[in-house]
């Protein structure tokens, strides 16, 4: 069935969008209100990684890239999965992981959420019952690499509230 918004361009223009960003910086939250907000299906890497990597960073080691290129696999296939819209909280944090997964989902647009580091650690810290230890914020902040500009998508401030975050990218990716 058609709705009326996808024949007026507003669901079906933005194709599959991941919202990526280092541990605290509001992927799980921004991304499932941006999903709501749009429409559209709603996933969260967090819970494709295999249990070997949950152990992993529970236990505050990083993950390898070796770690995570099978778990980038997985969450390619959901993008691939959702040509006509999807959102995907996805840390994503250095470029060649962006590159796997726009393998998997050409023309696939980025969220990156940016802020202040100790704005975003403060965040991490005071979440509670989840496995990421707040250790391992400063290996995350080291692995960040920012979009370059060749690469789709859009920066946001996290010191903005979640609807405020929502409403800007909302009108960014339908620009
Ligand atoms: N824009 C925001 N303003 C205030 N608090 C936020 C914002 N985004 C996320 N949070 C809070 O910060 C914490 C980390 O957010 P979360 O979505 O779990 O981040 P991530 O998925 O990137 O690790 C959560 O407690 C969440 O409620
Ligand atoms: O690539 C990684 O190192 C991890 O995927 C990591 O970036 C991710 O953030 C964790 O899954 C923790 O989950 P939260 O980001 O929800 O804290």
């Given at each position: 069935?058609?709705?009326?918004?996808?024949?007026?361009?507003?669901?079906?223009?933005?194709?599959?969008?991941?919202?990526?960003?280092?541990?605290?910086?509001?992927?799980?939250?921004?991304?499932?209100?941006?999903?709501?907000?749009l429409?559209?299906?709603?996933?969260?890497?967090?819970?494709?990684?295999?249990?070997?990597?949950?152990?992993?960073?529970?236990?505050?080691?990083?993950?390898?890239d070796?770690?995570?290129?099978?778990?980038?696999?997985?969450?390619?296939?959901?993008?691939?999965?959702?040509?006509?819209?999807?959102?995907?909280?996805?840390?994503?944090?250095?470029?060649?992981?962006?590159?796997?997964?726009?393998?998997?989902?050409?023309?696939?647009?980025?969220?990156?959420?940016?802020?202040?580091?100790?704005?975003?650690?403060?965040?991490?810290?005071?979440r509670?019952?989840?496995?990421?230890?707040?250790?391992?914020?400063?290996?995350?902040?080291?692995?960040?690499?920012?979009?370059?500009?060749d690469?789709?998508?859009?920066r946001?401030?996290?010191?903005?509230?979640?609807?405020?975050?929502?409403a800007?990218?909302?009108?960014?990716?339908?620009?």
């Open positions: 069935m058609t709705t009326a918004a996808q024949r007026d361009g507003l669901v079906d223009a933005h194709g599959p969008v991941v919202v990526m960003g280092v541990s605290g910086s509001g992927k799980s939250t921004v991304g499932a209100a941006l999903a709501r907000h429409g559209v299906p709603f996933a969260d890497a967090d819970d494709l990684h295999p249990p070997a990597n949950i152990a992993k960073m529970s236990a505050g080691e990083p993950l390898t070796e770690d995570r290129w099978p778990w980038l696999d997985v969450v390619g296939e959901w993008l691939a999965a959702h040509p006509e819209g999807g959102v995907m909280s996805c840390s994503a944090l250095r470029r060649a992981y962006r590159d796997r997964l726009r393998s998997w989902a050409p023309g696939l647009r980025f969220v990156h959420l940016d802020g202040e580091a100790s704005l975003i650690a403060m965040r991490q810290s005071a509670e019952g989840h496995f990421m230890p707040p250790t391992l914020q400063a290996s995350q902040q080291r692995a960040l690499e920012a979009l370059d500009p690469e789709p998508g859009v946001v401030d996290v010191e903005a509230t979640v609807e405020a975050l929502v800007t990218v909302a009108r960014d990716l339908n620009a």
